[in-house]
């Protein structure tokens, strides 16, 4: 199946879900899934399972994903 023959994306025809959707992690696949759910929801929260130093909006460490056991919330 070409791409070229799929239904255009269209935000309009999502219906209302809920009223909040979690989304787990921030990579690049949590990041797409959160601005969709954004259609259908009233808000999300992404959740991270790492903090963000203060100050720093990215961080490269750089291949992998460090492991923590201390939790994010992003809302």
């Known amino acids: 199946m070409a791409l070229s ?3 255009r994306y269209d935000e309009r025809r ?10 787990a992690g921030p ?5 797409l899934a959160g601005r969709v759910l954004a259609d259908g929801f009233r808000e999300g929260t992404i959740v991270d ?3 963000l130093p203060d100050g720093v ?3 490269d460490d750089g ?6 056991e201390r939790e994010t919330v992003f809302e």
Not at 27 to 31: I, N, P, R, V, W
Not at 63 to 68: A, D, H, Q, Y
Request: hydrophobic residues 45%; charged residues 15%.
């Open 27 to 31: 990579s690049a696949a949590g990041l």
């Open 63 to 68: 291949p992998g994903i460090p492991l923590s």
């Open 57 to 59: 909006l990215l961080e």
């Open 14 to 23: 999502v219906p209302a879900v809920g009223e909040r959707a979690p989304v």
């Open 49 to 51: 399972r790492d903090p």
């Open 5 to 7: 023959t799929l239904p």
